[in-house]
Nanobody, 120 residues
Framework: QVQLVESGGGLVQAGGSLRLSCAAS????????MGWYRQAPGKQRELVAR???????NYADSVKGRFSISRDNGKNAVYLQMNSLEPEDTALYYC??????????????WGQGTQVTVSS
């Protein structure tokens, strides 16, 4: 059984900052890529940022220069530092991980989401 647990969401004013954290736990052999996605009401879930095991990152154009993703492989954790937040960043943020539970068992897992609300 694998769990992804997110924390760090909340309410912040425009221009403020938040840091999201996510840790994977359970029967894990190896975690590959990890990332953050978000879904605003009435919209599809979209990629925010993603990071490979060796630290290669990619970002949605809308967050480049404002958000920074990082990870701690020893803790199977991923973080999202969000600066200069805008009301358009308001969404439910989901942690995602591609991982092996055994050398040949590969699957994608999702957290339950943490709400980020940015007031204008």
């Amino acid at each position: 059984q694998v769990q992804l647990v997110e924390s760090g969401g909340g309410l912040v004013q425009a221009g403020g900052s938040l840091r999201l954290s996510c840790a994977a736990s359970g029967s894990i052999f190896r975690v590959n890529a990890m990332g953050w996605y978000r879904q605003a009401p009435g919209k599809q879930r979209e990629l925010v940022a993603r990071i490979t095991y060796v630290g290669v990152t990619n970002y949605a154009d809308s967050v480049k220069g404002r958000f920074s993703i990082s990870r701690d492989n020893g803790k199977n954790a991923v973080y999202l530092q969000m600066n200069s937040l805008e009301p358009e960043d308001t969404a439910l943020y989901y942690c995602n991980a591609d991982l092996y539970t055994r050398p040949t068992n590969y699957a994608q897992y999702w957290g339950q989401g943490t709400q980020v609300t940015v007031s204008s």
